[in-house]
Nanobody, 125 residues
Framework: QVQLVESGGGLVQAGGSLRLTCAAS????????AGWFRQASQKEREFVAG?????????YYADSVKGRFTISRDTAKNTVFLQMNSLKPEDTAEYYC?????????????????WGQGTQVTVSS
């Protein structure tokens, strides 16, 4: 079992930055693929970014955030981060951290086994 807790959300102006944090307990984060998803009001939950398991630093992103967002992992702190730069109003959503047993590059919600409770990000224009 993996328990995930997100933090770092808030209100920011367009063009600004935020860093989301996902702290894991119950298991080493390096043994699972970690991902960030978001869900805007009245929309489906969508993939944002992922980082593969077992020491790999391979990351992958949704096209909508590529070049603006960066996912990273601190193995010693058992934590995954999402650095979000050049934020846009369309980035406004509830952001969720997730963990998957999948060995590939999972982007669909059904591939993820564990979820955090979410943290709200609001970008004003």
């Amino acid at each position: 079992q993996v328990q995930l807790v997100e933090s770092g959300g808030g209100l920011v102006q367009a063009g600004g930055s935020l860093r989301l944090t996902c702290a894991a307990s119950g298991r080493a984060f390096s043994t699972v693929t970690a991902g960030w998803f978001r869900q805007a009001s009245q929309k489906e939950r969508e993939f944002v970014a992922g980082i593969r398991r077992y020491g790999s630093t391979t990351t992958y992103y949704a096209d909508s955030v590529k070049g603006r967002f960066t996912i990273s992992r601190d193995t010693a702190k058992n934590t995954v981060f999402l650095q979000m730069n050049s934020l846009k109003p369309e980035d406004t959503a509830e952001y969720y951290c997730a963990a998957a047993e999948d060995y590939g590059f999972p982007r669909d919600t059904s591939s993820y086994n564990y979820w955090g409770q979410g943290t709200q990000v609001t970008v004003s224009s």
